[in-house]
């Protein structure tokens, strides 16, 4: 690369077309080219970066629809979301040559950052970088935290996980196995189930897709009820899950993502539980707590390091690519966490 430094390169990028509506198709973006110059802007205090893996995120779908006030895509724009990146030239006092970086990116192969200070550099490289837009990254984060701190997990609980071989779920669950709870999981095909039992240990895991009554499914499970539930599909399992909950549990409301390409959202109708078993049900957001990374990496990495925690990614290559992996993860196509590789190192 340092004999490309200064001259034009060719940059593929990832453009939002318009906005959505029900189920995003392929179509709703755009792969083209363009040129760059690897050289930072004259006066610029940014940096110039090369990225290396984007990540596929649920939330992505929220900034698809005009959400005033909330963020969302301009159509016409680039699309963005997490991502690592190699600083090739920094401007900025932070950063230098060749550091690692993992943050929100845009969806192109260069790009010029000109406020970086809401970027994580990476310190530790003994693990794979791909990791940071996974279990090092945003998702870890929101397990973790999301377990740990809305949770409030005692050991020998009754833990039930959705979406649970998900890029958030894998993680509660083998986090919930240390934690010494008993942990049940859902997911949508026979190698996903097939995962949760042996390659992420849950105690017992069942299909939705091939189960008629879910409230059955779960009392199946949970002979004596469910202490926590980990949120991230809502619509007829949070409804069968409130069924089943016990005194004094906790629902950590991390996504629902049945319900994002539903014109009308399915209503839920067994809340009253939450008052007569003094169930608490909270949401949360991973930014909440990206000033607790240091205390987090201090957690997981040995986790990683040890054995104790094993990560599966879903990984597709080049930008072109990028948008049927996205808009897959609304199907279940992904198995474990997806990741867009651009430039692998």
């Known amino acids: 690369m340092a004999n490309l430094r200064g001259g034009e390169v060719k940059n593929t990028q990832v453009i939002f077309r318009d906005f959505v509506s029900g189920l995003p198709q392929e179509s709703d973006f755009i792969v083209s080219s363009s040129s760059i110059r690897l050289k930072l802007p004259e006066a610029s205090n940014g940096v110039l970066l090369k990225t290396l893996y984007l990540s596929c995120d649920p939330f992505m779908r929220f900034l698809m629809e005009s959400r005033p006030p909330s963020t969302s895509y301009s159509p016409g724009s680039l699309l963005f979301g997490f991502g690592v990146a190699r600083v090739l030239e920094s401007a900025h006092s932070n950063f230098k040559e060749g550091d690692l970086l993992w943050g929100m990116l845009k969806w192109e192969e260069y790009s010029v950052v000109e406020e970086p200070e809401k970027l994580f550099k990476i310190q530790h490289t003994d693990v794979p970088l791909s990791y940071y ?24 609980e009754y833990v039930f996980v959705s979406a649970a071989s998900g890029a958030v779920g894998q993680l509660v669950g083998q986090l919930a196995k240390l934690m010494g709870c008993y942990v049940v999981g859902s997911a949508g095909s026979r190698e996903k189930i097939e995962l949760l039992k042996n390659k992420f240990g849950f105690d017992e895991v069942f299909n939705y897709k091939e189960e008629h009554d879910l409230n059955a499914a779960l009392k199946r499970c949970f002979s ?29 409301v991390c996504g629902m993502i049945s319900q994002y390409n539903l014109g009308q959202s399915e209503g839920v109708h067994n809340l009253l539980r939450l008052m007569t078993q003094r169930v608490r049900m909270e949401g949360f957001r991973a930014p909440d707590y990206f000033h607790r990374y240091a205390e987090f990496l201090a957690a997981m990495l040995p986790y990683i390091r040890e054995g104790k925690i094993t990560y599966v990614e879903d990984t597709v290559h080049g930008l072109e690519s990028g948008p049927a992996a996205l808009i897959g993860l609304f199907s279940g196509r992904n198995v474990g966490k997806q990741v867009v590789a651009i430039n692998t190192e």
């Open 133 to 156: 837009t996974g279990i090092l990254g945003m998702p870890g984060i929101t397990a973790y935290f999301g377990f740990h701190e809305i949770c409030s997990p005692k050991k020998g």
């Open 224 to 252: 004596e009820g469910i202490d926590i539930y980990f949120e991230n599909v809502g619509g007829k399992t949070l409804d069968a899950v409130l069924l089943n909950m016990r005194p004094h549990g906790r629902i950590a």
